[in-house]
């Protein structure tokens, strides 16, 4: 597949919450990879604009309103100046970065609303709700809290379990209770406007076919796996008394469901960027429409809003929606309330203008297809020994160089552009493969290709030394530093979208332009004057990880869920020949769904590499099928079968246990399927 050529694109990302300030899994999720992308399009001549927002209404932020005692519109104006001001000291650029309390916002969903109820599209229906007697008002899934009937989890929200990831309705729960008051609520009726998603299932399952080789597996399957499911009318209105009123005559104390408003906050604010052209962006089948999200929002994206979009009729659709899974943090998941995160204003605070450092690493870690993990240990690891020993090295080596053997400039000897045909191919190579993996969403492997040019260079470098040759071969010691040369300005131009930071030193240190297009060569002539020599990137000490670890410890509020307790004894030892007959291979799961009747069952289809299998595994009160698919595992697959339910069974998942929770157990980073685990 290639990226096909529209006249225009339009790059969203996910509408952040105005309840908190930004962590880095949020960043890495979602706004990262977008920033990279939108400036890759950019930076080749492409029309595009990049929009988001503060998503302001919904239970998280009324919840905390009342937490804290105050206004829903204090927290969400506190909140939306913190995100807005951390995303520009990160150098997120948007075009715009607009909220969904601004009456534009309003009168667009209220618009899309009506569209949608003058079709005679929503189902109006009368439902059992909980209601709070003590609060005297309709409790909203957030407002409910109560037992997973799944995981058995007693902090589940009515909407969902966020352990294991199951999606609820309030009426699922088991002893549910109020959040507002504790009390337990009672059964009540009340009206609300319901999208029937039942009637867009075949209209939404052709949409999501032509989408099969082009989204990402976890993408991809997650959607299958609701559809085989089967869709249901899902409520567009909330009893509630802060959000956009419900444009309807008999709608008094209702607001649209946020999850309903915020996407079309993407289009108020295209409206809001774009008065008198945002139609283009948003009806005409020649632009481009992508979303960048987190995993947890790939049903509203790829589903929800397409089923919104379709009903209105007169919208594109989403040509790809490059949704990332999570980013744990130290071992344990990203956690919110339990403030085990590290926030970016924090980080931008205790690492001032290394914005770079985190850029790398956190691209270099992304969780592009499966969850990934950031430590503060890999974090210096990666500075030191990759951005400062290999990429600011090389960098600032020929700059010195060039001081010490030239004054600082290209000698007027020098022959005209590249000499060594070797440097050439690598150069072309790293412009062609930033621009493949960056088009396809791989930024791992773009930014991997940017790494293997600056090695090539030190390689390059090392082989030659000119150091030593420079007064017996004068002229071949100024091919190999002109080239080298070369080597530093196209590493800058490559990284533009990935090390922005890094590569405006590199322009200023080499006195070059970075504005021509991607692919543009960059012309050095003799007698081209430097700047002076700097250092890209310092290194990591010991003593700033250890602080960060420490402040992760003093701020965390409850005791870490991967501490040790009920560890079993080691089994008896075998012998090594035992050992070897144990045949462990990675498989990615393609498809996953419970095993009717089972509680712990789910049957699961996984690719080998070199065939695909069924196997059952007893994971179904750990995870529910939608956000394990796409996932790489490690499998025992010379495991006798076996009829389970009736299933023939080819294999076992391996699985690591910890106070009862299930964990797979897989690569850090994505490899081949089949590959041999030794």
């Keep these: 597949m290639t990226i096909k050529n529209p006249s225009r ?67 969400v104006d506190h909140f939306h100046a913190i995100m807005q001001q951390g995303f520009k000291d990160f150098g997120i650029h948007f075009d715009i970065y607009s909220r969904t309390s601004k009456p534009i916002h309003h009168q667009t969903a209220q618009d899309f609303f009506t569209n949608l109820y003058q079709k005679g599209i929503f189902k109006e229906q009368v439902t059992d709700q909980y209601y709070d007697e003590q609060a005297n008002q309709f409790l909203a899934d957030r407002y409910i809290k109560g037992t997973c009937p799944h995981c058995q989890n007693t902090e589940a929200y009515g909407d969902q379990c966020e352990k294991c990831g199951s999606t609820l309705n309030p009426t699922d ?3 549910p209770v109020s959040v507002l008051s504790g009390a337990k609520p009672i059964v009540k ?31 991809y399957g997650q959607c299958k796996s609701w559809l085989n499911q089967g869709l249901q009318a899902r409520a567009m209105t909330r009893d509630l008394d802060w959000g956009i009123k419900v444009p309807v005559a008999d709608a008094e104390g209702k607001v649209l469901y946020v999850w309903f408003d915020a996407p079309i906050g993407y289009i108020s ?23 960048f999200i987190g995993k947890d929002n ?26 990332n899974e999570f980013l744990n943090l130290e071992g344990n998941k990203i956690s919110t309330s339990r403030n085990w995160a590290v926030w970016l204003h924090s980080y931008l605070e205790d690492f001032e203008d290394k914005q770079d450092e985190l850029r790398y690493v956190l691209t270099s870690i992304a969780p592009e297809t499966s969850d990934s993990e950031f430590t503060w240990a890999d974090f210096q690891a990666r500075v030191n020994n990759e951005l400062v020993a ?37 150069i072309d190579e790293a412009y062609y493969n930033v621009k493949e993996n960056t088009e396809h969403y791989r930024f791992r492997q773009g930014l991997h290709a940017i790494m293997d040019l600056a090695r090539f260079g030190n390689k390059f470098l090392t082989v030659h030394e000119p150091w030593k040759k420079v007064k017996e071969n004068p002229e071949e010691v100024l091919k190999v530093l002109s080239d080298c040369l070369h080597i530093c ?45 700097l250092l890209l990137f310092k290194k990591i000490e010991d003593s700033e990880v250890e602080a960060q670890i420490q402040k992760l410890k003093d701020s965390v509020q409850e005791k870490s869920v991967s501490s040790p307790k009920n560890i079993t004894e080691p089994k008896q030892e075998i012998e090594f020949t035992d050992f070897e007959k144990l045949d462990l291979r990675v498989a990615t799961i393609l498809e996953a769904q419970r095993v009717p009747k089972t509680d712990k069952l789910m049957q699961l289809e996984v690719d080998l590499g070199f065939e695909k299998r069924t196997v059952v595994s007893g994971i179904a009160a750990h995870y529910s099928p939608e956000e394990i698919i796409g996932q790489q595992v490690m499998m025992v697959v010379n495991l006798a079968p076996r009829k389970i339910k009736g299933i023939e069974s080819k294999g076992m998942i391996l699985m690591a246990e910890s106070e009862g929770k299930l964990c797979f157990m897989k690569p850090h980073t994505l490899v081949q399927n089949g590959a041999e685990i030794r």
């Design 269 to 291: 604010a295209t409206k809001e960027l774009l008065p008198d052209t945002w139609e283009k962006y948003w009806k005409d089948p020649d632009t481009e429409l992508v979303h």
């Design 9 to 75: 694109y339009l790059v969203t990302a996910a509408l952040p919450y105005a309840n908190g300030p930004l962590h880095i899994g949020h960043i890495a999720g979602c706004y990262l990879p977008a920033d990279i992308f939108v400036r890759f399009l950019k930076s080749i001549g492409k029309d595009v604009k990049f929009v988001c927002g503060s998503d302001e209404h919904g239970m998280a932020i009324t919840m905390k309103a009342k937490k804290e005692g105050k206004t829903p519109s204090q927290i």
């Design 298 to 323: 790939i049903v509203f994206h790829c589903l929800i809003f397409p089923a919104m979009l379709m009903a209105h009729g007169e919208y594109i659709l989403p040509d790809n929606v490059p949704a």
């Design 390 to 426: 290999v990429l600011g090295n090389f960098v600032n080596r020929i700059a010195v160089l060039f001081q010490k053997y030239y004054g600082g400039e290209l000698p007027a000897s020098a022959l005209p552009g590249i000499q060594f045909a070797e440097v050439q191919k690598e």
């Design 189 to 219: 009726q009340t009206k609300n406007w319901f999208l029937p998603l039942e009637e867009f299932q075949e209209r939404l399952e052709k949409f999501l076919d032509t989408k099969r080789t082009s989204w990402k597996p976890n993408v």
């Design 173 to 175: 729960l088991i002893n």
């Design 489 to 533: 300005v196209h590493l800058g131009k490559v990284m533009q979208s990935y090390l922005p930071y890094t590569s405006k030193k590199i322009e200023h240190m080499f006195q070059v332009s970075f504005m021509q297009d991607f692919g543009q060569e960059i012309e050095l002539m003799p007698g081209h004057k430097l700047g002076e020599p």
